[in-house]
């Protein structure tokens, strides 16, 4: 077999994950697509995710996001300069993006691209300024007249969940999440925690307290490698921590939803879900002192349980196979087998 450096294409990480989840070897994989067992080992293990294992979605993004130690706008000057000219001028993010497409230009960039750029120089230089480059800008102050804050208030762009379609409580579709922070006795101390309605998938990670923007961050960290179809839309209750929501619809355009207040009921699948880790995670856990290796295998313990209500397959197991057939369908040479 010829030993190949050239790195593996999204066709061969697609061939790697059906024939690992199949249970294939090592050896077997690599002769399959004439690469070395050590390429295959080295792909597996260093492109896998802790709590669903391996997907060619996300096996990329990791590759990318090694090659890079920033982003596109962060590394060329000419583009950025650009880029926060016409973002002054009024343009937005979709509006730049489609120009440089329409102009065949020699670098283009997406709009999420630019999006995540001033989401970062805000994080980074903690200046609320950089906001005023993006489309959506805070409203006019409203009245002086002491009232109780609504969630309205609280959380801009707010959408009930009221105007929810039906269609998301019917789990028929893929790609509809609840997400919920699971908080502990010590002050400052919350994990995260995603649930995907139809297969029952959990995503879960620690995060910095209650602050929004980690939240968010976190959050579009998850969805990003994923085909569009398995982020559609997610469902929160009404706390100040989902108050960036508004990142996840401008970056990805995820639907947001939140409960009707004083409702958690209303996400009643990721309350399950939180439920369920409680058993290994009650409410005095110190997180400080919790092995982080110990969380990753909880989460991972959960999405392999098998479930009566997916006909005893796994959380796990079912939605891998629906990114699978995802991320794998338009690669010409898997259709024709």
């Not at 709009?111 to 959506?136: K, V």
Request: charged share 25%; with cysteine.
């Amino acid at each position: 077999m010829g030993e190949r450096y050239s790195q593996l294409t999204l066709e061969e990480r697609c061939t790697i994950a059906q024939l690992h989840q199949a249970g294939r070897s090592r050896h077997q994989i690599a002769t399959a697509l004439d690469r070395s067992p050590s390429s295959i080992s080295r792909e597996l293990k260093r492109n896998r995710g802790k709590q669903i294992g391996y997907t060619p979605g996300y096996a990329q993004e990791q590759t990318r996001a090694r090659r890079w130690s920033g982003s596109r706008l962060d590394r060329d000057a000419a583009l950025r300069s650009f880029v926060l000219d016409h973002l002054k001028q009024g343009w937005s993010p979709e509006q730049i993006a489609g120009r440089l497409q329409q102009q065949n230009a020699a670098v283009t960039i997406s709009h999420e691209s630019i999006y995540r750029f001033i989401y970062a120089q805000m994080r980074r230089t903690n200046d609320g300024a950089w906001r005023n480059y993006l489309p959506r800008r805070k409203g006019k102050r409203g009245s002086h007249k002491p009232r109780q804050r609504s969630s309205d208030d609280l959380i801009k762009g707010r959408v009930s969940i009221a105007l929810r379609p039906q269609a998301i409580d019917s789990r028929r579709t893929f790609g509809h999440w609840e997400g919920d922070l699971m908080a502990f006795a010590t002050p400052g101390q919350t994990i995260l925690v995603a649930h995907e309605r139809k297969s029952r998938l959990i995503l879960g990670a620690r995060q910095p307290g209650k602050a929004s923007l980690p939240v968010a961050e976190q959050l579009l960290a998850w969805f990003q490698p994923l085909d569009r179809r398995l982020r559609r839309s997610i469902t929160f209750d009404n706390g100040t921590e989902f108050a960036q929501h508004l990142l996840l619809s401008d970056t990805l355009a995820i639907r947001t939803f939140f409960c009707d207040p004083y409702s958690p009921w209303q996400k009643g699948a990721v309350e399950n879900a939180i439920g369920r880790l409680r058993r290994a995670l009650p409410r005095n856990t110190n997180l400080d002192t919790l092995d982080p290796a110990l969380l990753e295998a909880w989460i991972a313990a959960y999405n392999n349980t098998p479930r009566k209500c997916l006909n005893f397959s796994s959380p796990a197991e079912v939605f891998l196979a629906k990114v699978l057939h995802f991320e794998c369908e338009s690669t010409p040479s898997l259709r024709s087998g």
